[in-house]
C-alpha cells in the first residue's frame, strides 16, 4: 500500500510561484512513476507533468511546459511540483499519483495510488 501526501498549496497572485510536494510512504518509492493532474471545477481532471522511475522520463502538458518543472528526491520518497508564472487558469486542485510499473504516463488510469489533493488558487 503506498499512501501519498500533497501539501504547499495556497493563494497566490498571477505571475507568482509555488511549489507542491508529495510525500510517498510505503516502500519502493525510486521504482515508481508519478505524476501531478489538476481538476478545476466544473472541468474533468487532466494530466500535468509525470517523472518516470528513477527520473529517467519526464513529460509535461502543453499548458504548462516552461512553466513547470516535476522532480523527485528519493531520499525523501517525495516529488515535487515547482510552478512558475502561474495564472488564473492554473486554479485547481491538484493530485499527485503513484504507479509501480515506473512509468511516467499521462493517462491518470496508469496510477492506482492517488493523494488527497492541495487546492492552488491564482488571483489575477
Known amino acids: 500500500q503506498v499512501h501519498l501526501v500533497e501539501s504547499g498549496g495556497g493563494l497566490v497572485q498571477a505571475g507568482g510561484s509555488l511549489r507542491l510536494s508529495c510525500a510517498a510512504s510505503?516502500?519502493?518509492?525510486?521504482?515508481?512513476?508519478m505524476g501531478w493532474f489538476r481538476q478545476a471545477p466544473g472541468k474533468e481532471r487532466e494530466f500535468v507533468a509525470a517523472v518516470g522511475q528513477k527520473g529517467r522520463s519526464k513529460y509535461y502538458a502543453d499548458s504548462v511546459k516552461g512553466r513547470f518543472t516535476i522532480s523527485s528526491d528519493n531520499a525523501k520518497n517525495t516529488v515535487y511540483l515547482q510552478m512558475n508564472n502561474l495564472n488564473p487558469d492554473d486554479t485547481a486542485v491538484y493530485y499527485c499519483?503513484?504507479?509501480?510499473?515506473?512509468?511516467?504516463?499521462?493517462?491518470?488510469?496508469?496510477?492506482?495510488?492517488w493523494g488527497q489533493g492541495t487546492q492552488v488558487t491564482v488571483s489575477s
Open positions: 510505503g516502500g519502493g518509492f525510486r521504482n515508481y512513476g
Open positions: 499519483a503513484a504507479n509501480l510499473f515506473g512509468l511516467a504516463s499521462t493517462q491518470s488510469q496508469s496510477y492506482i495510488y
